[in-house]
T-cell receptor, first 114, second 112 residues
Framework: KAGVTQTPRYLIKTRGQQVTLSCSPI?????VSWYQQTPGQGLQFLFE???????NKGNFPGRFSGRQFSNSRSEMNVSTLELGDSALYLC?????????????FGPGTRLTVL | GEDVEQSLFLSVREGDSSVINCTYT??????LYWYKQEPGAGLQLLTY?????DMKQDQRLTVLLNKKDKHLSLRIADTQTGDSAIYFC????????????FGTGTRLLVSP
């Protein structure tokens, strides 16, 4: 069974631009969660999608948004990029909801904002 | 608060046992997890423990849970150089909705 895939793996953008990251969950998994990992703040929860609906949201500004498609694939978007948005963005999929079941993580997308 | 604390660094010799400690905050957490992150990679779930358990053993890994002190530990027996990585503990929190809260991570260095 294929694992969680994220594209692209690496991305370089400049301040003010926007970016879209993609996550394909494990087949059959309906929940997708996104996390931001930085050296200073560690791993922080962004949001979770289940059946195309955002169910949980972390403490991030509105510039961070996401969506989930009917095939459970998810995208997250960051608009008006800031230097502090440079991070490793990880997505994780699980069968039911994040927390009740094991979360399987993708390799991440490393975003660098110049 | 939602601080999950871990010591930052642990260095051991190959063949020794490693013990990584974690202090969590949410006493209502039902599951507690240990993840491993190797350089340039995502997180790999190593093991998890349900809150009504005190101990769980899985091959070289032993998880101990002390609910009274909100203390979780991961013991790796016969540590190998391939175990060098960052280890994160994580708890479920239920502040309005459920989410995983990760610890600060412990960098384990295994020397030959």
């Amino acid at each position: 069974k294929a694992g969680v895939t994220q594209t692209p793996r690496y991305l370089i953008k400049t301040r003010g631009q926007q970016v879209t990251l993609s996550c394909s969950p494990i087949s059959g998994h309906r929940s997708v969660s996104w996390y931001q990992q930085t050296p200073g703040q560690g791993l922080q929860f962004l949001f979770e999608y289940f059946s195309e609906t955002q169910r949980n949201k972390g403490n991030f500004p509105g510039r961070f948004s996401g969506r989930q498609f009917s095939n459970s694939r998810s995208e997250m978007n960051v608009s008006t990029l800031e230097l502090g948005d440079s991070a490793l963005y990880l997505c994780a999929s699980s069968l039911v909801t994040s927390g009740d079941n094991e979360q399987f993580f993708g390799p991440g997308t490393r975003l660098t904002v110049l | 608060g939602e601080d999950v604390e871990q010591s930052l660094f642990l260095s051991v010799r190959e063949g020794d046992s490693s013990v990584i400690n974690c202090t969590y905050t949410d006493s209502s957490s039902t599951y507690l997890y240990w993840y491993k992150q190797e350089p340039g990679a995502g997180l790999q779930l190593l093991t998890y423990i349900f809150s009504n358990m005190d101990m769980k053993q899985d091959q070289r890994l032993t998880v101990l849970l002390n609910k009274k002190d909100k203390h979780l530990s991961l013991r790796i027996a016969d540590t190998q150089t391939g175990d060098s990585a960052i280890y994160f503990c994580a708890e479920i929190t239920y502040t309005g909705f459920q989410k995983l809260v990760f610890g600060t991570g412990t960098r384990l260095l295994v020397s030959p």
